[in-house]
């Protein structure tokens, strides 16, 4: 049985620890917190305290997994870029021991030009993009496997876009990079299972619905709880080479058909 590490089991690690349960995988997983662990246990998952302060407070054993895979957020507007790339030097050198390594990163790495993105197209200034680089440079250097996911926006179940629009968006016609939760996990299981690695690839949904169009699908119940503005363009970021690269079928193609609690 194959073991893996998941580090950061939140709102994206902890469903892809479960999917993984049922794909017969032994699954460990890390919180930041007692309480967060323990739920973790709680669902069967081995669950470690795993803190990155930048350095490294909790078990080591965590990291000697086959797979490692790391899904912490940055926490830039608290900690700074340069903290981040702290806590990945931090993981590149407890992880000696693993085998593959999946980076999740994230499309915000495009810089905000009205044009399609493909995974050549990252500024490589980017603190991301800095990290990804640590982590490929690390594998390459220890002969492991890795895989850049650089994941839209995620949504799904109790993350509603109207939850991040403000009315203007009833006339943005710029589009939107969204995946649905159960498609980012469904793209891991797919590139565990098809052994698929050694690449950077973009996920995000293959249609792109302008923001007015997300608008519309807004109800009075949900746009109570709009509270905040982000800057919109109209690039649109490319799915193409994972398609290519792969005969995965997304489950929900379209944003405007996305499920939410």
């Known amino acids: 049985m194959n073991e893996i590490s998941i580090l950061g089991c939140g709102w994206l690690g902890k469903p892809l620890a479960l999917a993984l349960q049922n794909y017969n ?22 669950s470690s305290q795993i803190i990155l302060n930048p350095e490294l407070k909790g078990e080591i054993d965590f990291f000697e997994s086959e797979i490692l895979i790391i ?22 050198e407890n992880s000696q021991k693993v085998k593959k390594i999946i980076f999740i990163s994230s499309t915000s790495v495009y810089p905000n030009l009205g044009k399609k993105m493909i995974e050549e197209d990252a500024d490589i200034s980017h603190f991301l993009v800095k990290a990804e680089n640590q982590i490929i440079d690390s594998a390459k250097n220890r002969d492991q496997k890795y895989l850049i ?3 839209g926006g995620l949504m799904g179940y109790d993350r509603n876009p109207c939850k991040y629009l403000k009315k203007e968006a009833e006339n943005d016609t710029s589009r939107v990079n969204y995946i649905h939760q159960d498609d980012a996990v469904g793209v891991i299981l797919y590139l565990l299972e098809n052994n698929i690695w050694n690449e950077t690839f973009n996920i995000v949904s293959p249609e792109h619905p302008q923001r007015a169009e997300i608008w519309k699908t807004c109800n009075a119940e949900n746009t109570k709880m709009v509270n905040l503005s982000k800057v919109t363009t109209n690039k ?3 799915v193409e080479k994972f398609l290519e690269l792969s005969n995965y079928s997304f489950q929900y193609p379209d944003p405007l058909s996305f499920k939410y609690l």
Do not use: C, M, W
Request: net charge positive; charged share 20%; proline share 4%.
């Open 25 to 46: 995988y032994a699954v460990k997983g890390s919180a930041t917190s007692i309480e967060k662990a323990q739920h973790l246990a709680s669902l069967g998952i081995k």
């Open 71 to 92: 899904a912490i957020p940055p926490k830039v507007k608290t900690n700074g870029e340069d903290f981040f790339l702290s806590q990945i030097k931090t993981i590149t």
């Open 236 to 238: 649109i970021v490319s």
């Open 149 to 151: 996911l650089r994941f």
